[in-house]
């Protein structure tokens, strides 16, 4: 097939989750036999924090401005297989409406921020990548969250597939790796900051740094504020790029795994990171939310303290083998139900059924860009 993705990133993985997604994504459906074009915005902020501008496993658009460049980037997409339009594209609202005009397809939409989608929905009816008027004309709603949330997006907003589509790992990369003495802790996090997360952060590691002085912690992710205030056993990294992630993994004892409040809330949303960690064999300590035992085991395959002092038990009393074995099951059921492979597989199930036009292809597509009433989709 000759798929089309009008993506956030794939060549830039700095603060963002969608690179290393759609990268895992991309080479697995390349090595199947698909051939991929990858579109995305030449946006500032990833222009200078490029670490993959030229994938082996894709070809590579970046355009500067949609209104400009519509006729072309449309034409890229005019023989497709399937198309895929991701959430946070920039312009993706203006791309759907043109695709769905041009009678492209199936145009699917791949959602990997659904609980933050969701909300704003909820509440306006649209966000910034999306409208609620726009569900019911997706071949396929591919949501990184399951549970009720896919009942939701069918019964409330009118989509005519509604699948869980999770991340994925992909296990070429991420494998347990030898340690470097950059990476060595006792306790590591990998992350973005994000205000809704920082509370747990420094109740689970900071917290724990101040109670064990003598172990060393290490916080690794941009944008934290400098105000912040670590204790002196916390070393912070600014950024570790994509290939760095095995190492880093492999060479602390535990490393943390934490949800954004409106993730945890919704359930079911494993973020790209839990994988990741999980298929380097790393000892994982994570939060709480719905849904998590239906990818990791608790007390099995992950620990979920819910204080520094359950933390500091845990850092102190479980014995080397114990921790070994936790992340080798943890590596074994993700990839047994988790890899790249697992995904693509799936995303070729999806386009065949999306290939087949629903009854309903031929009603008007809504032209209107104006919040959509909510109660409208009950």
């Known amino acids: 097939m000759k798929l089309v993705i009008y993506g956030l990133t794939i060549t830039s993985a700095w603060g963002n989750g969608h690179a290393t997604t759609y990268r895992s ?4 459906l390349r090595r199947r036999g698909h051939t991929i074009l990858f579109i995305e915005k030449d946006a500032e902020w990833y222009r200078s924090n490029r670490d993959l501008p030229e994938p082996a496993f894709c070809t590579v658009r970046i355009y500067s401005d949609w209104a400009a460049e519509e006729v072309s980037l449309l034409q890229e997409a005019r023989d497709a297989d399937a198309i895929v339009v991701g959430s946070y594209f920039p312009d993706a609202i203006a791309a759907t409406r043109a695709l769905l005009a041009a009678d492209s397809g199936p145009v699917l939409f791949y959602d990997i921020d659904t609980p933050i989608t969701m909300a704003r929905l909820r509440t306006h009816g649209r966000c910034e990548y999306l409208e609620a008027a726009l569900i019911p004309h997706y071949a396929a709603y591919l949501s990184f969250t399951g549970g009720p949330t896919i009942c939701e997006l069918e019964q409330r907003f009118g989509s005519q597939h509604a699948i869980p ?7 070429e990369i ?4 030898p340690s470097r003495a950059e990476y060595a802790c006792d306790l590591s996090y990998l992350g973005t900051y994000a205000r809704d997360r920082q509370p747990m952060l420094i109740s689970l590691l900071n917290n724990t740094a101040q109670q064990m002085s003598e172990r060393a912690f290490l916080v690794a992710g941009a944008m934290y504020p400098e105000e912040t205030i670590w204790q002196p056993n916390v070393r912070r990294i600014t950024h570790v790029s994509p290939p760095d992630h ?3 993994y492999s060479s602390s004892r535990f ?9 945890a809330a919704a359930g079911w949303s494993p973020s790209v990171r839990l994988f990741e960690a999980s298929a380097c064999g790393a000892a994982i ?5 719905d849904g998590l035992d239906r990818f990791l085991t608790p007390g099995e395959e992950i620990l979920l303290p819910t204080d520094a002092a359950e933390v500091t038990s845990i850092l102190r009393d479980m014995s080397d083998s114990e921790r070994t074995a936790l992340g080798l099951r943890a590596r074994e059921r993700i990839l047994a139900e988790h890899t790249s492979d ?4 799936e995303f070729e199930a999806i386009v065949s059924v999306c290939s087949t036009p629903p009854a309903d292809a031929s009603e008007t597509v809504p032209q209107t860009t104006a919040a ?3 109660a409208s989709f009950h």
């Open 25 to 28: 994504l991309a080479k697995a």
């Open 372 to 374: 959509t009433s909510p």
């Open 174 to 177: 991420y494998k347990p790796t």
């Open 246 to 248: 095995p190492a880093f």
């Open 255 to 263: 490393t943390l795994n934490l949800t954004r409040d409106e993730m």
């Open 165 to 171: 589509f999770y991340c994925s790992v992909d296990p």
């Open 342 to 345: 697992h995904r693509a597989e």
């Open 285 to 289: 300590l994570s939060d709480r939310w």
